[in-house]
């Protein structure tokens, strides 16, 4: 199975500043997709952002973007301007491109923000 | 908007019972999954679905099984609960097919306490 880390458990940032949430994966295919979802505090998880493998270009969604390294298998979400309904978990999921559904998550970064 | 329904947001349990946890999705997707989510191990899938009456073990099947005998609607079934099945429990849907717009959409989770 592919595995997924994320090495911060918890992460911290004033309002209005900048924070990157770090993510690492391992995998031996080529081509696969990655994924940051979002979990506010008692409400459902959310797409906030993906990314294809084979894309050079780092995906970006708004105040939301990504720094994905494929060879050191990286893939880092960095949100500007941070505001108070930033504050949840992420998870960063990874995907494979050609078979069924399945997405592998990491163990989650919960973020808070600081007024 | 994809809508996935998890019919109870909290539940209380006693051990040795059976417990049957119900998510509904709206909108004709052919995979269903259910995960279980805990503190520092991130969410971890259970078992998945990817058509009626088809089902296929996750990561931590033990102590579950599951039912899908409509499209909409994907159950799962603690036979005789126990301790260590307190968590958080996530249903998610998704369309079949390997595109990266085929993404999961979540229910708000059950939170389930075994007593």
């Known amino acids: 199975a592919q595995t997924v880390t994320q090495s911060q458990p918890e992460m911290s940032v004033q309002e209005a500043e900048t924070v990157t949430l770090s993510c690492t994966y391992d995998?031996?295919?080529?081509?696969?997709?990655l994924f940051w979802y979002k979990q506010p505090p008692s409400r459902q998880m959310i797409l906030v952002i993906r990314?294809?493998?084979?894309?050079?270009q780092n995906a970006t969604e708004n105040r939301f973007s990504v720094n994905f390294q494929k060879a050191a298998k990286s893939f880092s979400l960095k949100i500007s301007d941070s505001q108070l309904g930033d504050a949840a978990m992420y998870f960063c999921?990874?995907?494979?491109?050609?078979?069924?559904?399945?997405?592998?998550f990491g163990t989650g970064t919960s973020l808070t923000v600081i007024p | 908007d994809v809508k996935v329904t998890q019919s109870s947001r909290y539940l209380v349990k006693r051990t040795g019972e059976k417990v049957f946890l119900e998510c509904v999705q709206d909108?004709?997707?052919?995979?269903m999954f259910w995960y279980r989510q805990d503190p520092g191990l991130g969410l971890r899938l259970i078992y998945f679905?990817?058509?009626?009456?088809?089902?296929e073990k996750g990561d931590i099947p033990e102590g579950y099984s599951v039912s899908r005998e409509k499209k909409e609607r994907f159950s799962l079934i603690l036979e005789s609960a126990s301790t260590n099945q307190t968590s958080m429990y996530l249903c998610?849907?998704?369309?079949?097919?390997?595109?990266?717009?085929?993404?999961?959409?979540f229910g708000a989770g059950t939170r389930l306490s075994v007593l």
């Open positions: 998610a849907s998704s369309e079949h097919g390997t595109s990266i717009r085929n993404i999961q959409y």
């Open positions: 995998t031996s295919e080529s081509d696969y997709y």
């Open positions: 990314q294809e493998a084979y894309k050079q």
């Open positions: 999921a990874y995907r494979r491109s050609n078979t069924g559904n399945q997405f592998y």
């Open positions: 909108m004709d997707h052919e995979n």
């Open positions: 679905s990817y058509d009626v009456k088809m089902k």
